[in-house]
T-cell receptor, first 113, second 108 residues
Framework: GAGVSQSPSNKVTEKGKDVELRCDPI?????LYWYRQSLGQGLEFLIY????????KSGLPSDRFSAERTGGSVSTLTIQRTQQEDSAVYLC???????????FGSGTRLTVV | RKEVEQDPGPFNVPEGATVAFNCTYS??????FFWYRQDCRKEPKLLMS???SGNEDGRFTAQLNRASQYISLLIRDSKLSDSATYLC?????????FGSGTRLSIRP
């Protein structure tokens, strides 16, 4: 597609439920990144994919968080047993080997109530 | 020490002023560098790449100092529309690290 697409744009969920966030990167971009940003805070790195593999998962906050990427394209970030501190904007970015910068999607605003 | 550090600001300057931001990074093997702009409640957007020789795009000039491990962004003749948070980005071993951002507010 023309840009990075994320869905849903907004998600309100009850504490303890599982949620799945989707990122559809720019066609042909091999690198895909997940970040989250709490209100008024900087970007927190979560995980990075090169193709379908994740060389760097160091930012995942706990084992409730997991992510996968299939076909070198779409990625899903899954949060199990959501907690209120998971509330944030989850941003996805993709890149063509990181040479020309990274394009972000408009994010998924997750609210855990 | 954080991998990428920025002065959080806020910088509050009058329209027409020149403002400069610096950003330091800790990994000397870092390969590529960028400045991003983030408006309130929006995703970050690429402002410009930073090259070793320095580069300019209109009112914006970016520079890289590998010896001292910092990058800079200079904004000349600032406009009200320049008000935003400016993020420096460093690519180290394919992991992209964002600075926490510098808030800039331009007043009339």
């Amino acid at each position: 597609g023309a840009g990075v697409s994320q869905s849903p744009s907004n998600k309100v969920t009850e504490k303890g439920k599982d949620v799945e966030l989707r990122c559809d990167p720019i066609s042909g971009h091999t690198a895909l990144y997940w970040y989250r940003q709490s209100l008024g805070q900087g970007l927190e790195f979560l995980i990075y994919f090169q193709g379908n593999s994740a060389p760097d998962k160091s930012g995942l906050p706990s084992d409730r968080f997991s992510a996968e990427r299939t076909g070198g394209s779409v990625s899903t970030l899954t949060i199990q047993r959501t907690q209120q501190e998971d509330s944030a904007v989850y941003l996805c970015a993709s890149s063509d080997r990181g040479l020309y910068g990274y394009t972000f999607g408009s994010g998924t605003r997750l609210t855990v109530v | 020490r954080k991998e990428v550090e920025q002065d959080p600001g806020p910088f509050n300057v009058p329209e027409g002023a020149t403002v400069a931001f610096n950003c330091t990074y800790s990994n000397s093997a870092s390969q590529s560098f960028f400045w991003y702009r983030q408006d309130c409640r929006k995703e970050p957007k690429l402002l410009m790449s930073v090259y070793s020789s320095g580069n300019e795009d209109g009112r914006f000039t970016a520079q890289l100092n590998r010896a001292s491990q910092y990058i800079s962004l200079l904004i000349r003749d600032s406009k009200l529309s320049d008000s935003a948070t400016y993020l420096c980005v460093v690519n180290s071993a394919s992991k992209i690290i964002f600075g926490s951002g510098t808030r800039l507010s331009i007043r009339p």
